[in-house]
């Protein structure tokens, strides 16, 4: 018995109707018609599907089943065809919040927030306590953020957690200096 379902597709016909499929039987061989679920059909409706096969690729023209894969084509593959469209990406609008440093244990972390007391509570890390070293208001909180992560990139632990000497902080610092409101 052929498994059911074995990632085969079903015809849709232009109605809408989803008919019967062809498949391997994978004891024997054989071709079989399955229905939807894939379940066998019934000897006398593999019959009836094999005459309405036949009929419908004896009449078929060549033109009309290069046009169909064409057609099917384009839908797989919009980009070959300059049919694929992105859609308009909304320019981002700036909103104001606050870049913060904090520290934890020997590490620190960039980050924006708009509410920098309850962010300084969701990051206590006990038995670490985390220290707010600075925190600045900007107007672009967001845009400030990943330009400060990219400045300091290479002093990257993880995520948005750096390891820096008495040095870098002052740099970071200072970066936060040029940037606030």
């Not at 330009?147 to 870098?168: C, L, P």
Request: aromatic share 12%; with cysteine.
């Amino acid at each position: 018995m052929p498994e059911r379902n074995g990632g085969i597709k079903m015809i849709q016909f232009q109605d809408g109707y989803m008919g019967p499929i062809l498949v391997k039987n994978t004891l024997d061989g054989k071709m079989l018609t399955v229905d939807q679920m894939g379940y066998i059909s019934k000897r006398e409706d593999m019959i009836e599907f094999a005459h309405q096969l036949l009929k419908s690729a004896r009449s078929a023209k060549q033109s009309s089943i290069d046009q169909y894969n064409l057609e099917l084509d384009k839908h797989y593959n919009p980009r070959e065809y300059g049919l694929w469209h992105p859609e308009p990406t909304k320019p981002r609008v700036p909103k104001p919040g606050y870049l913060y440093l904090i520290k934890c244990a020997d590490k620190y972390k960039i980050g924006m927030t708009k509410n920098v007391g309850m962010r300084l509570k969701q990051l206590d890390m006990r038995p670490f306590k985390a220290e707010l070293v600075k925190y600045i208001r900007v107007d672009d909180a967001l845009g400030c953020e990943r330009s400060a992560h990219k400045k300091f990139a290479q002093y990257k632990i993880t995520g948005e957690w750096y390891s820096f000497t008495t040095t870098q902080v002052q740099e970071v610092l200072d970066y936060f200096a040029e940037v606030a409101c």
